[in-house]
């Protein structure tokens, strides 16, 4: 039925410019079925258009979607061969972020009581020069003698014993200002020929970056 059918248009198709409807007989289903020839003459070529769209059973519109990318991609290998910038963005940006960016982070400044901390660790370890440079210039020994035998006193003092252990305990802030501090705090010493425990007030002074003595009492032993 399908060769009568294409029997039938092929013969409609042939006549003249004047030609009249051809009813064309087509089967349909379990009769035949009279169809008018242009109607079937405008389907025919509503198919023939789709079929002439297709390459190899792929559409061309996607064969020219494929085209495209292709050509896109062509493009960008070029400008990167060249030294041209990419399209996209967001690497650029990225590297823009990273590049030429520090954080520097300042340090904690240190407390008094670190300080101490620290000149009682110099003592300890039976260091003159690191012991006396946590003294202010302007520092005044409580006994009443110049700095300099004060500094001869106490290098004497440091050295003798052949062992030194000096613990901070308790420490108390008697008063405060923006550049001084007053700090109370119990002193344990103990060496191979010596030991006991006194308070202490210390009187310390801030230039800023570095925490100093300018002053140091005895408040007496302690039990």
Not at 115 to 143: G, I, N
Not at 203 to 218: H, K, P, T, V, Y
Request: aromatic share 8%.
């Amino acid at each position: 039925y399908s060769e009568m059918a294409r029997d039938s248009y092929g013969r409609a198709l042939q006549l003249e410019k004047g030609q009249q409807a051809v009813t064309l007989q087509i089967f349909g289903g379990d009769q035949l079925v009279a169809v008018n020839a242009a109607a079937v003459e405008k389907s025919v070529k509503m198919a023939a258009a789709e079929t002439s769209e297709k390459v190899d059973g792929v559409p061309q519109v996607v064969v020219a979607t494929e085209t495209k990318v292709a050509e896109s991609v062509a493009a960008n290998s070029s400008k990167e061969s060249v030294g041209e910038p990419a399209e996209e963005g967001p690497a650029e940006e990225t590297a823009e972020t990273e590049s030429g960016v520090e954080v520097v982070v300042a340090p904690e400044p240190e407390s008094a009581e670190e300080f101490l901390q620290r000149w009682a660790a110099s003592w300890s370890d039976q260091d003159v020069s690191a012991y006396l440079s946590f003294y202010a210039e302007d520092f005044s020994p409580s006994a009443g003698i110049s700095r300099a035998d004060w500094e001869k006193q106490r290098e004497s003092r440091i050295t003798r014993p052949k062992s030194i252990a000096i613990s901070l305990e308790d420490f108390a802030v008697i008063s405060q200002s923006d550049e001084k501090l007053k700090i109370e705090v119990t002193q344990g010493y103990k060496s191979d020929r010596y030991a006991d425990r006194t308070r202490k007030l210390f009187d310390l002074i801030n230039d800023g970056d570095n925490w100093q003595i300018a002053r140091e009492r005895s408040l007496g032993r302690v039990r």
